[in-house]
């Protein structure tokens, strides 16, 4: 066996975990509006209605398919019996909204009273006729994005086995999209250009257009992506037998993927996320890799999206990026940044999963050796005021923070791009690089058009007592 020392590793830390980011239960905000025909339950107090209610800002106004099922005093005294309080509401949900699914949300307190939605929801789902996905997103064992994996987690247990006859022309969602407007012997002669390969099913809420735009991009090396997970309407889940490829399109997706391979034994294609054009081009490629597919035409793609980003490129090229880290999106969007041309020192995340996230971690190290940058410290759980003292003394040209840090940073001179915008905007894929871009250098050109005013610094001197 050779022993070959690398000379640098990356290196992890872990701090506090006091630290800013949103509730897990925010993932009602995006998964309402992927799965069309679905509710969202939140059961908890008023802190999460509050918390939703503002972080949502204008969408609330818009009949949101989701609601608050608040507990009282007596449901947290067992005055009152659960099974009865949600029976009601579940109701009422079913006469007003009619939905396929309901989805009830543990929160904190569900926790702490050990209500137990697990236990209650076959029961109740049985008498009312509506399936019931119980998904504890909350906030004591979970951060933001990772609401979604739990949903997703508690979906994957709910993907059909088989399909029915009759239930498969509705099925065909995302095929017949694709197929729009052509004749029949069309289609038919488009069904040959795949190769054959076991059926791949992908899992990740992403908004349609990316989803369309992915399933393309696949299809181009005549991959057929047999579904997705969630797709548009919860009637039309994926069919998942064993031995079904999966693959993740977000970091954060590690339970899903856990539940994926040990309870419906898929076999999990652990590849870098399709983010930036070099994410993308190396998720193609894996895929590729392991139904045995020679890529075509990758690389001049990957090319020809780096030609087209030049202009934003050169206004970074050779800054630093902070991430304090909040969504779990850190790592994919540094080892882009630095593809970019920029240095990071720190890249600050909630939880690390160093299985799930493998292929991407390998693809940081490579991507730093090669353009010459020193590792980024990969800080898991970090401590908010640390990386605070830590930002003052590295004096980073950028620094991708929450809102809770963005305002008083921006007051001391240092430019900060708001984190939470990385997970609503379109980023995957090669054609949305240049969204990323457009947003990690707003405030760099912002500030750039206001420096002339000289009111770069808007704090008095801090006193020294
Ligand atoms: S952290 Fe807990 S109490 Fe706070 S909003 Fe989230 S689930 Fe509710």
């Not at 379109?426 to 690089?433: D, R, S, Y």
Request: with cysteine; hydrophobic share 40%; glycine share 6%.
């Amino acid at each position: 066996m050779t022993n070959t020392v690398t000379p640098e590793a990356l290196t992890f830390e872990c701090e506090t975990g006091n630290y800013h980011t949103f509730c897990p239960i925010s993932c009602v905000s995006w998964l309402y509006q992927k799965i069309e025909d679905s509710f969202f339950l939140v059961i908890g107090t008023k802190t999460c209605g509050y918390f939703l209610q503002n972080a949502m800002g204008v969408m609330i106004f818009a009949e949101p398919r989701y609601a608050m099922a608040e507990l009282e005093e007596g449901d947290i005294s067992a005055k009152l019996n659960d099974y009865d309080e949600l029976k009601r509401l579940c109701l009422q949900i079913k006469r007003d909204r009619n939905p396929s699914v309901i989805v009830w949300i543990g929160t904190c307190t569900t926790e702490i009273i050990k209500m137990d939605l697990e236990g209650l929801a076959p029961k109740l789902e049985s008498e009312i006729g509506i399936p019931i996905v119980v998904a504890r997103a909350n906030g004591l064992d979970y951060a933001f994005t990772q609401g979604e994996d739990t949903v997703l987690a508690a979906m994957a247990a709910r993907c059909p086995k088989q399909v029915l006859e009759a239930e498969k022309e509705e099925r065909a969602g995302i095929q017949k999209l694709l197929s729009f407007g052509r004749k029949k012997e069309e289609v038919a002669a488009e069904e040959s250009e795949y190769v054959e390969h076991p059926p791949l099913v992908l899992f990740g809420s992403l908004p349609d257009p990316v989803v369309t735009q992915l399933t393309l991009e696949l299809k181009k090396q005549g991959i057929k992506v047999s579904g997705w997970l969630p797709a548009k309407r919860y009637t039309e889940l994926p069919v998942i037998e064993e031995g079904y490829y999966v693959s993740g399109l977000n970091p954060f997706l590690s339970r899903t993927a856990t539940t994926l391979m040990r309870r419906r034994k898929c076999k999990l294609i652990g590849a870098p996320f399709p983010i930036g054009p070099d994410g993308s081009r190396a998720w193609i490629e894996k895929i590729c890799s392991v139904f045995g597919i020679e890529p075509k035409g990758l690389a001049e793609r990957e090319k020809q999206i780096w030609d087209n980003l030049e202009d934003y490129i050169q206004l970074i090229r050779g800054k630093s990026v902070f991430f304090m880290g909040d969504n779990l999106l850190e790592i994919s969007l540094a080892r882009f940044l630095i593809r970019c041309g920029m240095t990071c020192s720190e890249i600050g995340i909630p939880y690390m999963d160093k299985r799930y996230q493998k292929a991407e971690l390998e693809m940081l190290e490579k991507t730093c050796q090669e353009m010459g940058a020193t590792l980024p410290k990969i800080i898991e759980k970090p401590d908010n005021y640390n990386q605070i003292q830590r930002i003052y003394e590295l004096k980073p040209d950028l620094v991708i923070t929450g809102m809770a840090h963005a305002n008083p940073l921006e007051a001391r001179g240092i430019n900060t791009k708001w984190s939470v915008e990385f997970t609503f905007a379109q980023i995957h894929g090669f054609t949305n690089a240049r969204d990323i871009l457009e947003l990690v250098t707003r405030p760099l050109r912002r500030n750039h058009a206001l420096k002339d005013l000289g009111w770069d610094k808007l704090v008095k001197e801090e006193a020294n007592v």
